[in-house]
Nanobody
Framework: QVQLVESGGGLVQPGGSLRLSCVASGFTASTYRVNWSWFRQAPGKERELVARITDAGGIADYPDSVKGRFTISRDNAKNTVYLQMNSLQPGDTAVYYC???????????WGQGTQVTVSS
């Protein structure tokens, strides 16, 4: 049973930073082809992708809204994916979700989400 647990959210002032973590269990990251992503969902809005790192080559990509401010990384030895968020703005306020896409079986897994609030 694959489980993803996010942590690291909280209240931060505009211009501040947070690092989110997503710890995976139920499998060993190094033995599966997995694309890792972070999404967010603000009240009244659709869930949107904010960062992705590919299984092949560890290539990261970001939408323009967070490019240059957010960085996704992974540590296969710890079965953990991170999202470093800098220069946070009120528009970044949302629940942030970790996602794992397994190429084997084409399955998606989601964490429960962690709240990020950017406010003075």
């Amino acid at each position: 049973q694959v489980q993803l647990v996010e942590s690291g959210g909280g209240l931060v002032q505009p211009g501040g930073s947070l690092r989110l973590s997503c710890v995976a269990s139920g499998f060993t990251a190094s033995t599966y082809r997995v694309n890792w992503s972070w999404f967010r969902q603000a009240p009244g809005k659709e869930r949107e992708l904010v960062a992705r790192i590919t299984d092949a080559g560890g290539i990261a990509d970001y939408p323009d809204s967070v490019k240059g401010r957010f960085t996704i990384s992974r540590d296969n030895a710890k079965n953990t994916v991170y999202l470093q968020m800098n220069s946070l703005q009120p528009g970044d306020t949302a629940v942030y979700y970790c996602n794992a896409y397994f190429f084997f079986g084409a399955r998606n897994y989601w964490g429960q989400g962690t709240q990020v609030t950017v406010s003075s």
